[in-house]
């Protein structure tokens, strides 16, 4: 048998399960679907209710502190996309059953935290602790906002001609996890200093506050859709969003930011940096007069941000432009990440 591991099969996806979604209902705007992060459910007096949902991270090589701010981040960032922060969240957690409630404690206090800091009133949930639950995923959350409907962003509403622009840069969180993760062997293989900055480089994997600068004040609609950047990395997020838009793009590799800290570190673990999670990053998609706004917007609170493509038709396909040389994007359903970190793992690296 062979193993899965990672988001679904986008043919599964696709074919079966966007089509198997319970009762339909016509205030649900934007349902399900590939490349999809936010689902956006109408609702009376012109406004909308959005909501996303996450894996909670507990990962012990991070510690609990780390992964509550994963379990918080990754799924702020995904709310971040529709131009607004989350306002209201739901915790599933399904605890390993060692975990001590001393520890447990410790996790949920940063939760709290962490949610207070973003805005996030807590609503309820479930909480337990499961026998054989020996992996880093925790359960799961989700969070939802009300805001005016028409300035609520998605991936679906990218438009053919819109250039694309990515904040930050390429493998923010595998560089940072990885390195946190197997502290000796970075630190003796790298240097001290790039371990050390490899480890400063976690607080980079929230991109909340990106996409709300970016997206500036909704009513001058400055952007017209956003991706935050996960499994698949960059160029996954990149064909996510063409597909969720019913686009084809052509994107210059060659100007996707890579920091040189993380080059040093997926090189070391065997990874492509444009190919493996990025959490960090956020992608923007706008019209062509929009782009030095949002960059200036984004530069003035030293947030570095790159254009790298623009979206076409879709009959175009989504093109990777290396040199002058195009050839079409061959989608990654399995993030190589994972294959990184369990490969280090079994190997014994420290």
Excluded at 9 to 26: A, P, V
Excluded at 214 to 229: I, L, R, S, Y
Excluded at 284 to 296: A, N
Aim: hydrophobic share 40%; charged share 15%.
């Amino acid at each position: 048998m062979s193993e899965q591991v990672g988001k679904v099969d986008e043919r599964l996806l696709g074919d079966f399960i966007t089509s198997h979604c319970g009762k339909l209902n016509k205030n649900v705007s934007v349902g399900p679907g590939f490349g999809i992060d936010v689902s956006i459910v109408e609702l009376p007096g012109g406004q909308a209710m959005a909501l996303t949902s996450d894996p909670l991270s507990l990962i012990p090589t991070l510690g609990l502190q780390e992964s509550a701010w994963l379990s918080v981040h990754l799924m702020a960032n995904d709310m971040a996309t529709t131009g607004f922060a989350p306002q209201y969240g739901q915790f599933v957690l399904n605890l390993p059953a060692t975990l001590s409630q001393a520890d447990f404690k410790i996790y949920w206090q940063y939760i709290h935290e962490y949610c207070a800091a973003l805005g996030v009133a807590i609503t309820g949930g479930h909480t337990g602790f499961v026998e054989g639950q020996n992996s880093t995923i925790a359960g799961g959350g989700t969070f939802i906002c009300v805001g005016p409907k028409d300035q609520m962003l998605a991936t679906p509403k990218a438009q053919e001609g819109d250039c694309i622009l990515i904040t930050k840069g390429a493998a923010i969180s595998s560089a940072a996890i990885l390195a946190m993760s197997f502290p000796k062997t970075v630190t003796n293989k790298l240097g001290k200093e790039v371990f050390q900055e490899a480890e400063a480089s976690f607080q980079f994997t929230s991109s909340i506050k990106d996409a709300l600068i970016a997206a500036g004040n909704p009513e001058e609609k400055n952007v017209t859709a956003m991706h935050d950047v996960t499994e698949g990395g960059v160029l996954g997020a990149i064909y996510e969003l063409a597909s969720a838009a019913n686009c084809g793009a052509v994107i210059n590799e060659e100007l996707i930011p890579v920091g040189a800290v993380q080059a040093a570190v997926c090189q070391l673990f065997s990874l492509d940096p444009n190919h493996c999670i990025g959490a960090g990053a956020m992608l923007i998609t706008c019209k062509m007069e929009q782009v030095e706004k949002i960059k200036s917007r984004l530069a003035n609170e030293n947030i570095d941000c790159t254009e790298i493509g623009q979206l076409t038709s879709a009959d175009k396909g989504i093109l990777i432009d290396k040199g002058g040389i195009k050839a079409p994007m061959i989608y990654q359903s399995t993030d190589p990440y994972w294959e990184a970190f369990f490969g280090a793992y079994k190997k014994g690296w420290q």
